[in-house]
Nanobody, 127 residues
Framework: QVQLVESGGGLVQAGGSLRLSCAAS????????MGWFRQAPGKERDFVAA???????????YYADSVKGRSTISRDNAKNTVYLDMNSLKPEDTAVYYC?????????????????WGQGTQVTVSS
């Protein structure tokens, strides 16, 4: 069982930056690949970014085209925390951002492969 708690959301002007954090409970955090998703009002939950487990010496990160080049996902296994740094924010980035953990062998970009979800944190980007 993994519990996830997101933080760091808020109101920011277009062009600004935010760092989202997701703190995980449990001693097996490093064995999960982690992802960030977002959901805007009236829309489906979309993939934002994902990072592989620490099973290899190199972490692999994946990004949605909509945030590629503007966002960085990272993890600190010692702190059981995954981060999403977002820069050059746009009004269309406004959404509730969710952290998720996957026990899948592969780093998934689809929500259905994630086993645990946080409660979400609101990000609002004003124009």
């Amino acid at each position: 069982q993994v519990q996830l708690v997101e933080s760091g959301g808020g109101l920011v002007q277009a062009g600004g930056s935010l760092r989202l954090s997701c703190a995980a409970s449990g001693r097996t955090f490093s064995s999960y690949s982690m992802g960030w998703f977002r959901q805007a009002p009236g829309k489906e939950r979309d993939f934002v970014a994902a990072i592989s487990t620490s099973g290899s010496s190199t972490y692999y990160a994946y990004y949605a085209d909509s945030v590629k080049g503007r966002s960085t996902i990272s993890r600190d296994n010692a702190k059981n925390t995954v981060y999403l740094d977002m820069n050059s924010l746009k009004p269309e980035d406004t959404a509730v951002y969710y952290c998720a953990a996957s026990s899948s062998r592969y780093t998934a970009t689809m929500a259905r492969y994630y086993d645990y979800w946080g409660q979400g944190t609101q990000v609002t980007v004003s124009s």
